[in-house]
Every structure is written in structure tokens, then in C-alpha cells.
């Protein structure tokens, strides 16, 4: 007895073709697999960078400490009033591991709460200058004639300037406070990330896809946040890491002109007090090395992530 095969008809799945096309929901599963197992490579690569990961682990304790400050020296161990019976000055010890300060205050605890200010500046500050940066260059490559040119002509104005001196004029002028200097050094250290991905948005706007949605129709917004963005976003994240350290010493040196918050602990001001009390030339070297030797830590540990970023995103530095 023979038997037939029915007819197909059009638009039904092929038999043996693995069933009916994926829907919406399975496709988004789909992408977020794939994300997934990017990521896992990513981390994969990072690990084993041991300089990378043992950067990242301290970074990790200097930010869990500066978060729980509250709770590891509570504020009143800042209170001159209450510390009359600390010693000034004293070095370090086991009553003091590093040491007190012309008030008598720990340096410890002073440095705990000096990482937040100085952590939170650097990170705010390299935050404004990425998405400024990130927006005019992406803008600076992807459009043409006089509307490049006049993008390219502010760029290079801010080149030209001086990044800190311009943050030291910004923080003179306006009223002194954390959030002057993240203005000021996010508005004035924008200019080297937009010449980067600058150069990243004009290798990606020349690739065939992106030609190809500009023959179908698609316009420059949808072009510069559905294809380029993707594109320089790892180049970006990896200088955000690097552009870290040089906010947090652009802080500390506010800071130490004097031109921070007052009120307000930091690596910087600790640095100050310490150059205010004369501590060189009096041979109270824990007030200054400590300080000094945490802003060093820290801008490493930043340069050491940023650096294994760099290559995950360019693999071609893997070999200098």
C-alpha cells in the first residue's frame, strides 16, 4: 500500500528543517546567549592577566572601604573637639598603624574617608568626559563638510589648552565644592577621547553594513546609536578605566592648590595639610608618603585594568 506525502504549503516549515522559525522571544534568548558568552570570554581574557585581576581586587577593597566608611570609622573620629587626648603628629604604631596628623586625627581613618571624595571625583569627572567625548567624536567621524570641520576646530581647541590649568581657572571662578571640580575636569579633558573615537566612528562608518542601512533609508541618529556606538563601546570603556587615574591626580592637585571643599576629606587635601604644617622639613614622613603611596595604588591598579581592557578590545596590542 503506498503512501503519499502531503503537500507542502507555502509559508509552512520545511519537514526536517528543525521545526517553525524562531519567534521574537526565542530570538531575544538567542541574543542574550550570545552577550552572555561574550562576556564570559571577556572575563576569561581578563583573568588571566594576573597584574589585571590583582588590580581589580584592590581596586575592590579601596571602593568596599570607601563604602563602608560610615561603619569602619565612624565621623566622630574626625571631631578635633573629641580627640584632645590624641597625640599630634604621632608615627606609626600599634595605637596609631599610620600614624596622626597636626589635630591628632588618624591618618587611617582620614584616608578612608579621604577615598570617597577622591573615588567619586574621579569616576563623575571621567564619566562627563566620555559621554562628551563619546558624543563629539562619534559626531566629528560620522558627519561631513562644514559641520565636521567646525567640530574638529573646537576639538582641537581643547587640545591646545592646557586641561589643568583650564580646571584650576573653572575651580577659581566658581564656588568651591566636589561638584565644581567634576564640572571642571569633566568639561576640560574631553577633547583626547573625541580625537579616539574620532578615529574609531570613521574605520566603522566605512564598513558595508552600515552602507547598507544608509542605502535602505536609515537616517544619522539611527546609524550613530544602532551601529556606531556599538563600535567604539568597547574602545570607551577601556579608556574610561584609564582615564580614571589621571582624574583622581587632577583631584588631589585641586585639592592641594587648595581649591577643593574644605569640609570635605581627601587624598589631595591631606596632602595639603600636611605641606601646611611643614611636615618635609619636620620629619613627619607618614603624613606625606601615605597619602602619596595611596593616590600611586590606586591610579596603578586603574592603568593596570584600563591596559587589559585595551587589548581585549584591541587584540593587535597583544603582541607589544
Do not use: C
Not at 8 to 31: D, L, M
Not at 208 to 229: D, N, P, Q, S
Request: proline share 6%; aromatic share 6%; charged share 15%.
Amino acid at each position: 500500500m503506498s503512501t503519499q506525502t502531503p503537500a507542502r504549503t507555502p509559508g509552512s516549515p520545511r519537514p526536517g528543517a528543525g521545526g517553525a522559525r524562531p519567534g521574537p522571544a526565542s530570538a531575544r534568548a538567542i541574543a542574550w546567549d550570545r552577550r552572555r558568552r561574550s562576556l564570559a570570554r571577556i572575563w576569561h581574557e581578563f583573568a588571566s592577566d594576573r597584574l589585571a585581576l590583582s588590580a581589580l581586587v584592590v581596586l575592590g577593597l579601596v571602593v568596599l572601604a570607601a563604602i563602608l566608611a560610615p561603619v569602619i570609622a565612624p565621623a566622630r573620629m574626625l571631631d578635633v573637639t573629641q580627640l584632645l587626648d590624641q597625640p599630634r603628629f604621632a608615627p606609626p604604631s600599634l595605637a596609631h598603624p599610620l600614624g596622626t596628623d597636626d589635630q591628632g586625627r588618624e591618618l587611617w581613618v582620614r584616608m578612608i574617608w579621604g577615598s570617597r571624595v577622591s573615588l567619586t571625583v574621579g569616576v563623575a569627572a571621567t564619566l562627563m568626559s566620555m559621554v562628551i567625548g563619546t558624543l563629539v567624536g562619534m559626531a566629528a567621524g560620522h558627519f561631513t563638510g562644514w559641520v565636521a570641520a567646525v567640530i574638529m576646530r573646537v576639538i582641537d581647541f581643547f587640545l591646545v589648552l592646557p586641561s589643568l590649568i583650564l580646571a584650576i581657572v573653572l575651580s577659581s571662578v566658581l564656588e568651591r565644592g566636589v561638584l565644581t571640580i567634576v564640572i571642571a575636569l569633566g568639561v576640560t579633558s574631553w577633547a583626547g577621547t573625541a580625537r579616539v573615537v574620532r578615529s574609531q566612528t570613521l574605520s566603522a562608518d566605512s564598513r558595508l553594513y552600515i552602507e547598507r542601512a544608509r542605502v535602505l533609508g536609515a537616517g544619522h541618529w539611527h546609524i550613530i546609536g544602532k551601529h556606531l556606538f556599538p563600535a567604539v563601546l568597547p574602545l570607551v570603556l577601556a579608556n574610561t578605566t584609564l582615564t580614571v587615574g589621571g582624574a583622581i591626580i587632577a583631584e588631589s592637585t585641586l585639592s592641594f592648590l587648595g581649591l577643593g571643599d574644605p569640609t570635605k576629606q581627601s587624598w589631595g587635601t591631606i596632602l595639603k595639610n600636611a605641606m601646611d604644617s611643614s611636615a618635609a622639613t619636620s620629619g613627619y614622613w607618614w603624613y606625606i608618603l601615605t597619602p602619596g603611596i595611596a593616590i600611586l595604588i590606586v591610579v596603578l591598579a586603574f592603568t593596570l585594568v584600563g591596559r587589559a581592557f585595551e587589548t581585549i578590545a584591541n587584540p593587535t596590542l597583544r603582541s607589544r
